[in-house]
């Protein structure tokens, strides 16, 4: 005597499960959208994009680029295949991030809410070569 769930019901629980993961997730997200304010939330978004494009543009050109305009309009170096990226560049509080080459890595820093650089709200993200991280 075989039992087997019915096609139907196995669907049902497929869909169940999925719903339930949906809900955890969501609840997840709002409960950490209220731990961090808006400003924070853009900024870290926004910097995870221009990690990326600059992950993207050291892969093609073998080099950082001198500067964030260069992920948008060809600087002249061998390689550019952009735009990499072309929307904000701007944190959470409408300042531009600060770029700078760190130890031979790009370094992306927020002035943070007070807007000044070098102070303790700063939000900073060293950028690793893609092949770095990926060996991770």
């Not at 019901?9 to 709002?30: D, E, H, K, P, Q």
Request: with cysteine; glycine share 8%; aromatic share 12%.
């Amino acid at each position: 005597m075989s039992h087997r769930i019915p096609l139907l019901a196995r669907n049902t629980l497929w869909y169940v499960a999925i719903a339930g993961g949906l809900v955890f997730i969501s609840m997840l997200a709002g409960f950490v959208s209220d731990i961090l304010p808006s400003g924070a939330k853009t900024t870290i978004a926004v910097r995870a994009a221009l990690s990326f494009a600059l992950q993207k543009y050291q892969k093609d050109c073998a080099s950082w680029p001198p500067d964030l305009a260069a992920l948008a309009t060809d600087p002249g170096v061998p390689g550019w295949k952009g735009p990499y990226y072309r929307w904000r560049m701007t944190d959470g509080w409408r300042n531009p991030f600060r770029y700078r080459i760190v130890n031979g890595n790009p370094e992306l820093t927020s002035a943070g809410p007070d807007r000044q650089f070098d102070t303790a709200d700063d939000l900073i993200e060293a950028v690793m070569p893609a092949s770095e991280q990926s060996a991770q």
